[in-house]
């Protein structure tokens, strides 16, 4: 039995108003930090990500995209002072007698950053960084994957300490890199704002061999180790599993004002579930309706997308071929999404890996990847200049091509004089 418009639609309808559930209060207070709180369960959003076909080609692709020319080390700058610390994005002009460049501040001998530094920190992360047999890109695609599922990711350095007798800490090294699952993690502040303290004002603390327990004290009670300020924890039950700074990195995406992010999943919840059920039932019979129905999925697919900066590879390939099964679409990412992407990476995780692995003159980037977008205004640009350079020759000009330039573009050397017409 073929159903109409409206009653194709009810079912996902209702299916929607069970799930939604009405606290949406900011945050339940448990003592210490904030529970979050969203329109829908965290682990709603979980599902959707993950069993949506449409929404799980959509996070397959940006997480591909984003990492395909994988990552380079990048020197913070040109040249550094090696008594005043000043930088240089170029070689100062100054010189002493020996031709070395000197800093303009104070007159030392300026360098470059040392690559040694690198070298065996670059070993390192090209192997596996973890016990999973995972590499340092494999855990940053996981990283993205929660970016835009719950627009909240941790990433977690497990590092052993060394203690002297006294119980202070002389010594950290990171043993492996992993993914902490966001729904678990919660961030410890006060209500004014204060990380790792609690209402009275007093630093929470834990010790990295008793993990499961804070404590005020700067050394353990019970191991007489010192302590570490605790930034994060993780909620499993009753257990608890407490994480420092150093430890832990947290990244947002899409809404980095909220605490806990926003993921991009809740006010698309509904068009997703609707899509889902468009996608998988018989459409309903008749052309008028038919029409109405392909026009509104199609409507929703395109809001989806461009919440998360996707497009279809080939336009138009909705209308086609009755306009079904158009979850298994090949997109691509646009170029502003490339480029927000890869920023949470090269502004806010890369600078703080750097930091955790001592790596003062360096950085992390991201390698660049040419959008389709990008690709395309380029192809246009050229065809232009080819069009406007056969034009240039047929009124008599002559035409040649310039190598000169980067070969991103096509450009062409003009000589000679325009041919008066011909006299007919
Ligand atoms: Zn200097
Ligand atoms: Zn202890």
């Not at 080390?73 to 010189?95: A, L, M, N, V, W």
């Not at 994060?232 to 605490?259: C, M």
């Not at 999943?265 to 579930?273: S, T």
Request: aromatic residues 10%; proline residues 5%; neutral net charge.
């Amino acid at each position: 039995m073929h159903m109409n418009f409206k009653e194709t639609l009810q079912k996902p309808v209702n299916y929607i108003k069970n799930m939604y559930h009405k606290d949406t209060s900011t945050g339940t207070d448990a003592g210490d930090y904030k529970i979050p709180h969203f329109p829908y369960k965290d682990r709603y959003i979980y599902d959707v990500a993950n069993y949506s076909s449409v929404l799980n080609n959509i996070l397959q692709t940006i997480q591909t995209e984003l990492f395909k020319n994988g990552w380079e080390f990048i020197p913070k700058y040109e040249y550094i002072c090696t008594s005043c610390g000043r930088e240089y994005d170029h070689e100062p002009e100054q010189k002493n007698d020996e031709g070395v460049p000197i800093c303009s501040n104070c007159g030392n001998i300026v360098t470059k950053p040392d690559k040694s530094s690198i070298r065996n920190v670059k070993k390192q992360l090209r192997r596996d960084v973890n016990y999973n047999n995972q590499t340092l890109t494999e855990v940053l695609k996981e990283i993205e994957w929660d970016l835009d599922a719950y627009d909240s990711a941790y990433l977690y350095l497990e590092k052993n300490y060394e203690h002297d007798s006294d119980g202070k800490l002389v010594n950290t090294e990171i043993d492996e890199i992993v993914k902490l699952q966001p729904i678990r993690m919660r961030i410890i502040k006060n209500d004014r704002g204060m990380p790792a303290t609690d209402q009275k004002g007093d630093s929470i603390r834990f010790c990295p061999e008793h993990r499961g327990k804070k404590t005020k004290r700067d050394y353990c009670e019970q191991c007489g180790r010192e302590t570490l300020p605790t930034y994060f924890v993780k909620e499993k039950g009753e257990e608890k599993k407490y994480f420092s700074n150093d430890e832990v990195k947290h990244l947002k995406k899409y809404r980095p004002t909220e605490p806990y992010g926003w993921s991009p999943v809740i006010p698309l919840w509904q068009k997703i579930h609707i899509l889902y059920f468009m996608n998988r039932d018989k459409p309903p019979k008749g052309p008028k309706n038919f029409a109405k129905y392909t026009e509104m999925r199609n409507g929703l697919k395109k809001e989806v997308d461009s919440t998360y900066g996707v497009m279809p590879l080939f336009q138009g390939n909705l209308e086609g071929v009755g306009g079904l099964n158009n979850e298994g679409q090949e997109i691509t990412i646009t170029n502003s999404a490339m480029r927000k992407g890869q920023e949470v990476f090269n502004k806010k995780l890369f600078p703080w890996l750097c930091d955790q692995l001592s790596l003062e003159h360096w950085t992390i980037e991201l390698n660049e990847v040419e959008t389709r977008d990008v690709a395309q205004e380029k192809q246009q640009i050229n065809q232009r200049r080819i069009q406007n350079a056969v034009q240039m020759s047929q009124i008599g000009f002559n035409v040649e091509l310039d190598e000169k330039e980067d070969n991103k573009y096509v450009s062409f050397k003009y000589s000679g004089k325009a041919e008066k017409p011909s006299e007919q």
